[in-house]
């Protein structure tokens, strides 16, 4: 089917360097968009016995936290298409006071075009639903796996110049290496893809949802306890991580030198480097 080949670029950088460095900074990175990733779950409030999906769960922070809260009569399924981050979730349900989460599994697949159980009370996620190459065609998919009255709710970023955790680290690796980039296109799949909520409410409609809302949320987030740190981060993933498998790992030093000078005068008395995130919660609902 070619509408759900056309994630293949997508599905090949999660199952590659990209995956494997996400599932490797898998605690700093759950701790930096905890901010986000909590209020998101206060908007879609699971209550217990509720059956839930979390699209795009990665490691599987947030599917845990939902199959708390849904408790032993309800069910959790994270997908997600990474399966290096499919592995540290599993490795965290497997052994330790999370192997009592029964209710909670994890299944490998392109939500765009796999077939999960339907009937489900909530589809959730986390910054997993940017990347589709034909969203509202991918969220047509997902709604039909609610029942009717069931929510989507989710989280996004908004515009760049509204994070300045992501930008500011860019710009300075850009400008390190002498880089003016070409215009980026805002419907390309990415981290920023839903950045325009006329085009966020444009893709629940034609996807079939009603009772749509979107709010904005900010807060900050922690790039790292120092300005060297926060740099090394900022290269590991976000748009620092693709800037740098475009220009080569040999530029890494010149890059962490770049961003770490850029990022000292915006560091904290203790050395912390904090910058601004900015968000969309969404909401909608399966009108049937």
């Given at each position: ?33 905890m901010?986000f990733?909590r ?5 879609a ?8 999906l ?13 199959a ?44 765009s ?27 047509g ?15 996004c970023?908004r ?6 955790w992501?930008m ?23 981290p920023f893809?839903f ?26 987030v922690?790039?790292?306890?120092t ?29 962490l030198d770049a961003?770490?000078?850029a ?26």
């Amino acid at each position: 089917m070619k509408r759900a080949m056309d994630n293949a670029e997508q599905i090949a950088d999660w199952n590659g360097a990209l995956g494997r460095r996400w599932a490797e900074l898998q605690r700093d990175l759950d701790a930096m968009i905890m901010p986000f990733g909590r209020a998101a779950l206060d908007a879609a409030a699971p209550s217990p016995g509720q059956r839930v999906l979390d699209i795009g769960c990665g490691c599987g922070e947030t599917s845990i936290q939902l199959a708390r809260q849904v408790g032993k009569t309800g069910a959790v399924v994270g997908v997600d298409v990474s399966r290096p981050m499919l592995a540290v979730a599993r490795a965290r349900l497997a052994s330790g006071p999370l192997a009592q989460l029964a209710q909670l599994s994890f299944r490998e697949a392109d939500a765009s075009a796999a077939k999960l159980p339907a009937g489900n009370d909530l589809l959730f996620s986390c910054f997993g639903v940017m990347f589709f190459q034909h969203p509202a065609v991918a969220f047509g998919q997902m709604r039909k796996w609610l029942r009717p009255g069931g929510r989507c709710v989710f989280v996004c970023w908004r515009k760049p110049r509204d994070n300045a955790w992501a930008m500011t680290p860019l710009m300075a690796a850009r400008q390190a290496m002498k880089i003016t980039p070409a215009a980026a296109d805002p419907l390309a799949p990415g981290p920023f893809a839903f950045a325009d909520e006329e085009r966020l409410t444009g893709i629940l409609v034609d996807a079939g949802f009603g009772d749509i809302a979107v709010q904005r949320f900010d807060a900050a987030v922690v790039l790292g306890a120092t300005p060297r740190v926060a740099a090394e981060n900022a290269a590991g993933f976000g748009p620092v991580s693709r800037l740098l498998r475009e220009v080569g790992a040999a530029h890494l030093p010149i890059l962490l030198d770049a961003m770490e000078q850029a990022l000292g005068p915006l560091a904290a008395a203790d050395g912390r480097v904090s910058l601004p995130g900015s968000t969309w919660i969404a909401s909608a609902t399966n009108p049937g």
